[in-house]
C-alpha cells in the first residue's frame, strides 16, 4: 500500500559496516595483485537419487547461489575424481550427497582445501570428522541466533529436530548460528591450510528449495567469512529515499553509499520541501550525479508535506466525521477545492526548478491508500473525501449529501442504501481521475516549458487480484492505463500488502501482468522490504525478506529486462545491498580461456577482472574500464590484454567510460577518445576517467552538463537511445 513518509527527521544510527568490493584498474599502471577474480565458479556436488527432504535441499543449494548471482554448476558424486578444484572454486556440498562420500573424496577434498579450495556443506557425513568437528544429538530448535545479525532472531516455526555440532576443532572456529535456548552451534566457519569452509549441522532448506527458510542470511555469512562474491556487478536498482530516516547522515556519504550498493536511481520524498528547515534537495541530487545515480522526485499526493498541512488548515481533507484527515503519517489535504491545488501545483512548480531526473506521482487516490481505507464506510475516520466542494458536487450529482451514507437515520445509510453507496465509489473514482490527470499534464506542460528531460513515472497498487481497490480508494485501472500509453508515463506497479507475505515468485506473475496490460510501454515493480512475516508462518524465518529471499524478490521482479524499485533503501538491511549489485548481474558467466577470458552477460555489467598491458574486446581495443572493473554490454566478448608501449598504454587510460547508468549498447575506441552507444528512459549519467574537452551526441558537437567527482567527471546525457562521442584533445 501507500509509502510510508516520516513524521520528522530523526537521528539514526550509521551503519557499522559495509562490505567494500575489490575492484582494479586493467591498465599496467594501476594492476592488482590478483590476476582473476577470487572465485569463478560455484559447483553444487549433485546426488541424483536424492529424495525427500534431502532432494529439496540440495535444491536450495543451487537457488541459494544463483541468487547471490553465481551460475552454479552442478557435479555428480561420482564424477567428483575427476573434476577440477583449486583456489577460485566454491564448492558446496548439501546433505545428499556429503552423507554419500567416499573416504578418498573425502581426502581429496580435504588435500584441495589446503590448496585454497572453499567449502559449504552441511549435514553428518565423513566430512565432518575430516575437519575435526562431530555432532551433537539432535534436538528441537524454535529460534535461532544469527551471530552476525543478532537482532533478527531467525523462527522457524516448525520447530524441527535438528543435529548440531558438538565440539570445535580450535579457537579460531567462528559460530556463525546457534540455538537461541542452548547456544548449541548449529553453523560452524573455519579454515583448512588455505582453504575455508561453513559446516552446517543440518539441512540448509528442506522445507522451500528456495534456501531462505532456515538460513537467509546464509548468502551474507558465505560472501563474510569465504571472501566470495561473484566477478560481476550490476547497476540496476532503484530506490525509495526518505530524508526523515537519514537527516542526520551526511548527504555525500548517502551518495557513496548508494554507487556502492548498486542503485541506478533514488526516489527521493518531496515533501520534505515543505519542512523547518527544508530538506537540501539541491546538495542531495549534486552528490547523487556526482556518483552516477539519478534522483527522481518521489510525490505522495494528497499528502503535500506536513508543512503545508500547517499552513494551510483551511484546505486538509475532511473524513466522514468531518474531522481533518489525518491518516497515521498522511495529512491528505483536499486537491478537489481549486485553490487548494492551484497552491500545490505552484509550490510543485518550484521543487522542480531542482535538476532532477524524473517524477514519481506515487499511488495518487484522494482516499489515502492506507490499508485502514479498505474498510470503507465501517471506518468513518478513515472514509475521506467529505470536503465541502465534493459534497456540493455529489450532492448535485446523486441527489443527496455524501454524509448521509454514515447517518444511521437517513434513507442513505451505507447499510441500507448500496446503491447510493455504489454511486458515492464511482463519483470517487471520477475525481480521483481528473485530479491526476491535472498533476500528470502540469508536470509534462512544466517539463515542454522548461525544456527539461525527465521520466514520468506512476506509481499504483495491483488490483487485478483485488477489484475491491477499485472503488475502496478510488482506483481506476483503465483510465490510468489510458493516461500512461497517453502521456507517455513510465508504470510502477507494486503488489497488494495482504501478499507481501508470499514467496518471491509472485513477482513472475505480476510481471506477466504488466506485459499484458502494456507490453508497448517500459514498466517497473515496486517492491516493499518490510516485517511482514507472522512468526507462525511456515517457510520464512525473518520478518522481513532478508538475504536469499529478498536477493531472489529482486532477480525475479527484474526478468524479462524489466525494472525494479525498492522501498526504502534504508529498510533494506545493510549486510544485504552490498549483495544487490551482483544479484542484479544474475545469468552472467565466464571462463578462462588460452589467451584470456570469455563472458557473456544479458544486460550491462562490471567484471571485476584484471591484466596485462591494454584491454581488448572481440579483437578490438576496449575504453570501458576502471577502478570498479571492466564495463560490459549485453553479449558474449572475448576479453585479452596486449603488452604494448608505455605511451600506448598510456594514450588508453587518459579517457576511458568507468560507469553509466543507462544500458551500455556498444563502444568504439579512436585516437582521441571514444563513442558509446546508449539507451535510457531518462538521463543517462556517464562516468568517464578524465575531463572531455569534446562532447558529441549523434554526430553533433554539444555542450552538456560535466560534473567532477572524486575519480572521475560525470556527463549528463540525455534520455533516449544516443550516440555519445568524447574526446580528450
Known amino acids: 500500500m501507500i509509502k510510508s513518509p516520516k513524521k520528522s527527521y530523526c537521528v539514526i544510527v550509521l551503519f ?84 554419500s562420500l567416499s573416504s578418498k573424496q573425502v581426502q581429496r577434498i580435504v588435500r584441495a582445501m589446503e590448496k585454497g579450495l572453499r567449502l559449504v556443506t552441511g549435514g553428518e557425513s565423513p566430512l565432518l570428522s575430516a575437519l575435526h568437528l562431530k555432532p551433537g544429538e539432535p534436538q528441537r530448535v524454535s529460534v535461532v541466533i544469527d551471530q552476525n545479525l543478532p537482532g533478527n532472531h531467525l523462527h522457524w516455526a516448525d520447530r524441527p529436530r535438528v543435529s548440531w555440532i558438538a565440539g570445535l576443532p580450535d579457537a579460531s572456529t567462528r559460530v556463525l548460528y546457534a540455538d537461541s535456548v542452548t547456544g548449541h552451534s548449529l553453523v560452524v566457519a573455519g579454515g583448512l591450510g588455505r582453504g575455508k569452509y561453513i ?32 566477478p560481476f556487478r550490476r547497476q540496476g536498482v532503484d530506490a525509495y529515499f526518505d530524508a526523515g530516516y537519514r537527516f542526520s547522515m551526511p548527504i555525500e556519504s548517502i551518495a557513496t553509499l548508494w554507487r556502492a550498493w548498486g542503485i541506478r536511481a533514488v526516489h527521493a520524498a518531496a515533501w520534505y520541501y515543505n519542512s523547518t528547515p527544508p530538506y537540501d534537495y539541491k546538495k542531495l541530487i549534486d552528490a547523487a550525479h556526482r556518483n552516477g545515480v539519478l534522483v527522481y522526485a518521489w510525490l ?9 498541512w500547517n499552513r494551510h488548515p483551511e484546505w486538509r481533507q475532511k473524513n466522514a466525521l468531518l474531522q481533518d484527515a489525518k491518516l497515521d503519517f498522511l495529512h491528505l489535504m483536499d486537491l478537489q477545492n481549486s485553490d487548494c491545488m492551484n497552491a500545490a501545483l505552484d509550490d510543485l512548480s518550484r521543487q522542480l526548478e531542482l535538476d532532477w531526473d524524473g517524477v514519481d506521482i506515487a499511488e495518487f487516490t484522494i482516499t489515502g491508500a492506507g490499508g485502514e481505507a479498505l474498510q470503507g464506510p465501517s471506518r468513518p475516520d478513515y ?83 483485488h477489484p475491491e481497490f477499485d472503488y475502496l480508494l478510488g482506483f481506476d485501472l483503465d483510465a490510468t492505463l489510458k493516461l500512461v500509453k497517453e502521456c507517455g508515463v513510465t508504470l510502477n506497479v507494486e503488489d497488494p500488502y495482504m501478499e507481501w507475505d508470499e514467496p518471491p515468485v509472485r513477482y513472475r506473475r505480476l510481471r506477466q501482468t504488466l506485459l499484458s496490460l502494456i507490453p508497448e510501454r517500459p514498466s517497473m515493480i515496486d517492491i516493499n522490504v518490510v516485517p511482514i512475516h507472522p512468526l507462525t508462518q511456515h517457510g520464512f524465518a525473518s520478518a522481513q525478506a532478508i538475504g536469499t529471499e529478498f536477493l531472489q524478490q529482486l532477480q525475479i521482479a ?55 598491458g591494454m584491454l581488448f ?16 554490454p549485453a553479449g558474449t566478448h572475448h576479453l585479452t590484454f596486449s603488452k604494448a608501449s608505455a605511451s600506448n598504454i598510456s594514450a588508453q587510460a587518459e579517457l576511458r567510460l568507468v560507469a553509466i547508468s543507462g544500458e551500455l549498447l556498444d563502444c568504439k575506441a579512436g585516437f582521441e577518445g571514444f563513442e558509446v552507444t546508449y539507451s535510457s528512459p531518462c538521463r543517462c549519467l556517464v562516468s568517464l576517467s578524465a575531463y572531455p574537452k569534446r562532447i558529441l551526441i549523434d554526430g553533433s558537437e554539444v555542450r552538456l552538463p560535466v560534473l567532477k567527482s572524486q575519480n572521475s567527471y560525470v556527463i549528463v546525457a540525455p534520455s533516449g537511445n544516443h550516440r555519445l562521442g568524447v574526446s580528450g584533445v
Not at 505522495?300 to 503545508?308: L, Q
Open 16 to 99: 557499522s559496516s559495509v562490505l567494500v568490493l575489490p575492484f582494479a584498474t586493467v591498465v599496467a599502471q594501476h594492476q592488482s595483485s590478483r590476476g582473476r577474480p577470487d572465485v569463478t565458479e560455484a559447483v553444487v556436488l549433485w546426488n541424483r537419487n536424492a529424495t525427500a527432504a534431502d532432494s529439496i535441499d540440495q535444491e536450495s543449494y543451487a537457488a541459494m547461489m544463483a541468487s547471490m548471482g553465481f551460475t552454479a554448476s552442478r557435479l555428480n558424486v561420482r564424477d567428483l575424481d575427476n573434476a577440477g578444484l583449486d583456489e577460485h572454486t566454491l564448492l558446496l556440498i548439501p546433505h545428499a550427497s556429503s552423507r
Open 199 to 230: 559446516v552446517l549441522a543440518t539441512h540448509l532448506d528442506a522445507l522451500s528449495g528456495k534456501g531462505y527458510s532456515r538460513f537467509p542470511t546464509m548468502v551474507n555469512a558465505i560472501v563474510r567469512n569465504l571472501d566470495c562474491r561473484p
Open 300 to 308: 505522495e499526493w494528497p499528502h503535500v508535506g506536513e508543512g503545508f
Open 383 to 465: 472514509f475521506t473525501s467529505f470536503g465541502s466542494p465534493m459534497r456540493r458536487e455529489f450532492e448535485a450529482v446523486a441527489g443527496f449529501d455524501p454524509l448521509e451514507l454514515e447517518n444511521p437515520a437517513s434513507q442513505h445509510f451505507w447499510k441500507g442504501d448500496s446503491i447510493g453507496l455504489q454511486k458515492f465509489y464511482q463519483y470517487r473514482k471520477v475525481v480521483n481521475n481528473r485530479l491526476l490527470r491535472r498533476v500528470v499534464e502540469f508536470i509534462l506542460d512544466l517539463e515542454k516549458r522548461g525544456k527539461r528531460d525527465w521520466e514520468l513515472i506512476h506509481t499504483i497498487v495491483d488490483n487485478t487480484l
Open 558 to 612: 527484474s526478468e524479462r529486462h524489466g525494472r525494479v524499485c525498492v522501498y526504502c533503501e534504508w529498510t533494506v538491511f545493510d549486510q544485504d545491498w552490498p549483495l544487490v549489485p551482483h544479484a542484479m548481474a544474475s545469468g552472467s558467466t565466464i571462463r578462462k580461456s588460452a589467451d584470456g577470458w570469455e563472458v557473456s552477460v544479458p544486460t550491462t555489467v562490471t567484471l571485476d577482472v584484471t591484466g596485462n
Open 617 to 632: 574486446n572481440n579483437g578490438d581495443p576496449w575504453p570501458c574500464h576502471g577502478s570498479e572493473g571492466i564495463v560490459l
